[in-house]
């Protein structure tokens, strides 16, 4: 049967007006934005095909393109606009927090870092640099390293953040691995930061780590 000889109210479209996005499944999501199915299954039917075969949404938003494109129904026209709909989400994060004071929205704050660095299969080490009001400068990714580790050199993150003219930092990096607990060389690197930064005036008012689907806040762990 086709989706559009489905009850009105649970039609994926009409469900999102009436209800909000919020309200769809993963596959009614995914539906929505593959638009036609294949020859004998709607989009919903191949959607959920599809969240079957990837494993979750997740794994599937960031296949990259031969994996992507290798799937039934996908192909490299709707890989490109994936990929432009996830930059767009990035974006518009971006630009929440340059909006306003972030430190009055952390949630907003790790939700864009998550963003940024979750699905890196290498560590990346990054700095939100803020002005004395807090809002956000600019966001660098500064070093990359192995599955395991990156190499934190203060004097790069200092000589960045002087060519910001910025007030205070806000230190994070990804764990490959999921989690989100702090190593013993991240504590120490947090400190000659810490330390580095001080003598310019310039606050590290905190550093997250981004696991999978958790973040941990040095500032709210005590470990500043």
Excluded at 89 to 94: D, K
Excluded at 126 to 152: K, Y
Excluded at 170 to 176: E, Q, R, W
Aim: charge should be neutral; hydrophobic fraction near 45%; glycine fraction near 6%.
């Amino acid at each position: 049967m086709a989706i559009t000889d489905w009850p009105v109210h649970e039609r994926p479209r009409e469900k999102l007006l009436q209800r909000g996005p919020n309200a769809l499944s993963d596959a009614e999501l995914l539906a929505i934005f593959l638009r036609t199915g294949v020859a004998g299954k709607t989009a919903v039917d191949l959607a959920r095909e599809l969240l079957e075969s990837f494993g979750s949404l997740r794994a599937l938003l960031e296949a990259d393109l031969k994996q992507f494109c290798h799937a039934p129904g996908l192909g490299i026209a709707k890989y490109t606009q994936l990929q432009a709909c996830l930059e767009m989400g990035r974006r518009h994060l971006e630009d929440t927090l340059k909006r306003g004071d972030i430190l009055t929205d952390p949630q907003t704050t790790q939700r864009y870092l998550v963003a940024r660095l979750r699905a890196y299969p290498f560590e990346v080490f990054s700095c939100l640099f803020l002005d004395n009001r807090h809002r956000v400068l600019a966001f660098e990714e500064l070093f990359r390293g192995t599955i395991d580790g990156a190499s934190v050199h203060p004097r790069e993150v200092l000589k960045r953040a002087l060519a910001h003219n910025a007030a205070a930092v806000i230190l994070a990096h990804n764990h490959p691995s999921g989690v989100a607990e702090p190593s013993r060389a991240d504590e120490c690197i947090t400190q000659r930061l810490k330390e580095a930064l001080a003598l310019v005036d310039i606050r590290v008012l905190d550093h997250i780590i981004v696991g999978d689907g958790e973040t941990l806040s040095f500032a709210e762990r005590g470990l500043l």
